[in-house]
């Protein structure tokens, strides 16, 4: 309660009128009836219900959490690319030569052993291209397509790519 000081005189040493004090007293006394108290509490309830917990979340809190689900993937998948010390499957190995042009035929080993590689041209129908894995449409396989084959010494295709006329 809030201390009041009044100037005209009456005081019981606190700085509180004596009226205030005894307001003080019954208020501190009184009681509302049961019926009124329960009738309050069913109606506070009622107006405050609990929500589900799908109905707490604001749309800021949810935000926040998925923005931090994007950060932990991404740390993940930069650790895992840190971490994998093994050599590349051979998909993506192919993958990774698509990226430079030629896609390989063979394994990266005999690749790496082949003695002068030769870089030759031919043209090879797109039918054999699909065969050996090179991502091309085939929607007419006769067709001819100009290609740039590296060749080891001994005649044996290491890798392929398409050439630009």
Known sequence: ????????????????????????????????????EQALLRAFAKRHAPQPWYRRWSADAVA???GIGAVGCALAIVGMSLLSDGA?????????AVADGFVSLVPPERMAAAVDPQLKQADLPRAALVQMGIPIVANVPDEL??????VA?????????????
Not at 6 to 31: I, K, V
Not at 145 to 150: G, N, Q, R, S, Y
Not at 153 to 165: D, H, K, S, Y
């Open 64 to 66: 926040s959490w998925a």
């Open 88 to 96: 590349p499957s051979p998909r993506v190995v192919r993958v990774l």
């Open 145 to 150: 397509v100009h290609t740039e084959m590296m």
């Open 153 to 165: 010494a001994t005649g044996e295709p290491l890798a392929i790519r398409l050439a630009v006329n």
């Open 1 to 36: 309660m809030n201390m009041f000081e009044f100037d005209d005189g009456r005081d019981n040493g606190q700085g509180r009128a004596p009226e205030w004090d005894a307001a003080r007293r019954t208020l501190a006394q009184a009681a509302p009836p049961d019926a009124v």
